[in-house]
């Protein structure tokens, strides 16, 4: 009954922005208007006569740490308008003007700095919103605030800044222009506005209007700006055309692989406001060569590894494409992964014998398209990618072949979401990927489609009932299913799983998926968290989702207790409890856990936090990658964390964690970091990931002759990753980033030994020795650096010079020696790639 409900509540309910959402009284502004005839001056000095006629803003209260105080030192904001932009002009007094912190970063570098934040909910929902803030130093940041409470840093606009000091303290003078911000189809009139003043030295934050912490929503508490009108329609097309020379150099002993391969290109991007509330974002054959490379793994897990999104387009807006399925620690996943477009081809060819083989190591994004904003009461998003095919190449003697390894592919996802006035939401959302496939592919689906419905939906004050279903289908040839049923995703083929229906003719896979979750969300000292999910054996999101299993049934609880208000020696405390279990559809009981920990913020800006992790012993039934599952034992974990105060020239801090299953398994993990600021530009960070992994049962492989075994060995492991990241800033508009990471895991097997009964509770007769001759050891190495020069000469635009190198090598030898090891890094012959990007912003 839970679905006709909220729908009927669809129909019902009044839009948002309407007259039950503006019902409560808020903070007000008015915005003075700059007359035509005069052009206000960005200096920060605020002399021009519009801000004398403006009234100002001074009722400021403390959002941290006192929540409610009066501010420390006063500040005084002004608003005005033209027919082109919004102005803000705000005097942040202080007594002690020479204290004041403005570190010189990169744009969108959050620092421990004073700051000044503008915010504005120009659609005027009480639920997105558009941020702009300057530091002292004039280092901008802006971002974009949706559902409430959620921020997306990757947002980026053209606007201007102007700040100066002062005796009294410093000033700063925004101009957000109109072409930047989404309005409803009904015009301006009244919008949504809030300020917030960050005071480093104090760490406090004081907002108007207040901004509490106690209260659930962010965007939803702020002000109202009224009074602001436009004559005219602002500019809606925004270009950026973009062209790209790069090198490459790779020494191989392939001669496929060109020593020196030079390249260049051309690309577009552009952004053109479809209606004042909807926005269409393109980009033409894009190029991602100043991302950040992912870091080094060595997964030995029956499951696909994770890694964030980092490529602007897709990282920009992503927030309102999120379906989440998957949630673990605040990292979640589900309908939507945009790195599947632009993936690594499926298909990974070996070179012939005495012959050899390349291929790509993505796949081509020709082009994609997003549309996003507000139609009537709802808000949308729709997506559209297309990529290449992408072929290998192969050689054995004079004989050549093309094979293809990816076929060309086009990725669609729709999104919309109902909002209303109490914060509510029920939202839908479907993907589709469509493969044109060539008459010899027939191990990869042809096609992909998912569909879901999510709510959060607000009881009472601070409660909320929140949750989703989902469906799924996957189509294509029946070797392309018979992959997908035998993956480690589904594991169909298991010979103590007769209820999964496994068959090897079948042409699709259908399953579905969903959650509900009883929430406390708000509160001053009790949060807490009730839910149950669960995923059939055949639902899979994974040709444009992120789904590590399905075939899971799990329920999980979380209790919060917190204490925010300071006192002599702490800023805040919190205290989480956490229960846990799955089930697969089979009855097997696959984990039960729970979990206590706490964290606490001093008074001297210092943090800390411990947890305990207690698992009891579980079934894993993916134990053998497709074989019988098995009992493993669970584990005991103790995990801390030391944080020093992030405002200083020399800031520390350390992770440290260990579990044993008292079975002959154990893990440590060590990673120390330090960051260095010699100068207000300079940062220096180094860190170290230093992990020991013992694993007395480690899955090696499975052998058919004689018989069949499934072979396991004694995992001695030990990883060791050296980060370093320098970022130097010139001015606000010119800055240089250096990352840099040398990595080793080596890995040594003994006491070989195959699963004879993986049902028995006693460890001791799960397993018996075996005869294993094959040679599993591994000495993984990996140098990976990624280096840029970011000018934007212009608002908009930027040029970009790029270095990356990385070096790769996998010794078959388990053995760890740090000199040995980290010397051969570099001693393995390197892959370089120095790019040029020249991008040129255009409003019409």
């Known amino acids: 009954m839970l679905i006709p409900t909220l729908v009927a509540a669809v129909l019902l309910a009044p839009p948002a922005g309407g007259a039950a959402l503006r019902s409560a009284p808020r903070e007000s502004v008015t915005a003075v208007e700059v007359p035509a005839a005069s052009a206000l001056k960005l200096d920060g000095d605020l002399n021009d006569a519009v801000w004398q006629r403006a009234v100002p803003i001074t009722d400021f209260r403390q959002r941290d740490p006192h929540e409610g105080a009066p501010p420390t030192f006063p500040t005084e904001v002004r608003v005005a308008y033209d027919d082109t932009a919004i102005y803000v002009a705000v005097e942040a007094f202080d007594p002690d003007p020479d204290k004041l912190v403005g570190r010189l970063t990169r744009r969108d570098s959050d620092s421990p700095s004073d700051w000044i934040q503008i915010y504005i909910d120009s659609y005027y929902d009480h639920r997105t919103a558009y941020e702009f803030a300057v530091n002292p130093a004039g280092v901008k940041m802006d971002g974009y605030w949706y559902n409430d409470d959620q921020q997306d840093s990757s947002w980026d606009a053209v606007w201007d800044v102007a700040v100066a000091r002062t005796a009294r303290g410093w000033r700063a003078e925004f101009k957000i222009p109109f072409s930047q911000l989404r309005f409803h189809d009904d015009g301006l009139g009244t919008l949504g506005f809030g300020v917030a003043r960050k005071i480093a030295r104090l760490n406090e934050t004081s907002t108007w209007p207040l901004v509490a912490k106690s209260v659930t929503g962010i965007v939803s508490q702020f002000g109202d700006l009224k009074g602001v009108h436009l004559s005219r329609s602002p500019k809606r097309l925004e270009l950026v055309p973009y062209a790209v020379a790069d090198v490459t150099t790779e020494p191989d002993a392939n001669p496929l692989v060109k020593a020196t391969a030079p390249g260049a290109s051309m690309g577009l991007d552009l952004k053109y406001a479809l209606t004042p509330g909807l926005t269409l974002t393109g980009t033409v054959n894009p190029d991602f060569g100043q991302v950040e490379a992912d870091p080094a793994v060595v997964n030995l897990s029956a499951f696909e590894t994770f890694f964030a999104e980092r490529r602007p387009f897709f990282v920009e807006g992503s927030g309102i494409f999120r379906f989440d399925v998957d949630c673990n620690d605040g ?25 050899y083989a390349v291929q790509p190591a993505q796949t081509t994004i020709f082009g994609a398209a997003k549309l996003t904003g507000r139609v009537g009461r709802f808000s949308i998003g729709v997506l559209d990618a297309l990529t290449g095919q992408e072929r290998a190449t192969t050689a054995l003697g004079e004989i050549r072949t093309h094979p293809v390894v990816e076929p060309t592919t086009n990725y669609t996802v729709v999104r919309a979401t109902r909002e209303f006035a109490n914060q509510s939401s029920l939202g839908f959302m479907t993907t589709a990927t469509n493969r044109a496939l060539p008459a010899a592919m027939t191990d990869v689906a042809r096609s992909a489609y998912t569909g879901g419905v999510d709510w959060d939906w607000r009881l ?160 894993d039934d993916r134990l053998t990658r497709g074989g019988p599952g098995g009992y493993v034992e669970g584990y005991r974990t103790q995990w801390g964390y030391l944080d020093t105060d992030n405002r200083r020239l020399v800031v520390g801090s350390v992770f440290v964690g260990h579990g044993d299953d008292r079975h002959g398994s154990w893990f440590g993990d060590l990673n120390p970091a ?28 499975e052998v058919t002759e004689p018989g069949t075994h499934y072979v396991f060995g004694h995992l001695n492991q030990t990883t060791v990753g050296l980060t370093t990241r320098v970022n130097y800033t010139l001015r606000p508009t010119l800055s240089v980033q250096i990352y840099a990471e040398p990595f080793v895991s080596a890995g040594a097997y003994t006491h070989f030994k195959e699963l004879v009964n993986g049902r028995t509770a006693s460890y001791a007769d799960r397993y018996a020795p075996f005869a294993y001759d094959g040679s599993p050891d591994f000495n993984y190495k990996s140098f990976r650096t990624t280096n840029v020069l970011r000018w934007e000469y212009r608002p908009g635009s930027t040029l970009f010079v790029v270095w990356q190198q990385s070096r790769e090598d996998d010794g078959e030898y388990g053995s760890f020696r740090f000199r040995r090891d980290f010397r051969d890094v570099f001693r393995t012959p390197a892959r370089n790639v120095l790019l040029v990007k020249l991008a040129y912003w255009l409003n019409y």
């Open 331 to 355: 990292q979640c996943s589900g309908l939507f992964y945009s790195r599947r477009i632009g993936r690594t081809p499926h298909e990974e060819l070996d070179a012939p014998d005495g012959g």
């Open 460 to 619: 009472v004050k601070n409660y909320s009932l929140s949750g989703f279903w989902a469906g799924s289908t996957v189509r294509g040839d029946a070797a392309a299913i018979l992959a997908l049923q035998e993956s480690t995703t589904h594991s169909f083929q298991r010979p103590d799983a007769d209820y999964l229906g496994y068959d090897p003719t079948r042409t699709s896979l259908d399953g579905h998926a969903g959650s509900l979750s009883f929430n406390k969300i708000g509160g001053e000292r009790v949060r807490f968290n009730s839910n149950v999910s669960f995923k059939s054996p055949g639902f899979d999101i994974n040709d444009v989702g992120f789904m590590r299993r399905a075939d899971q049934r799990t329920m999980s609880n979380w209790l919060q207790w917190r204490h925010e208000r300071p006192s002599k020696y702490l800023r805040s405390f919190i205290i989480n409890f956490n229960q846990w279990a799955g089930w697969n559809f089979g009855g097997d009981h696959l984990f039960t856990g729970g979990n206590v920990n706490a964290h606490a913020v001093f008074a001297n800006n210092w943090d800390t936090g411990v947890g305990f992790n207690v698992e009891t012993r579980g079934f």
């Open 674 to 701: 330090v960051t260095v600021r010699p100068t207000s530009a300079l940062s220096v960070s180094l860190g170290v990931r230093y992990s020991r992994n013992v694993a007395d049962a480690q899955w090696i492989e």
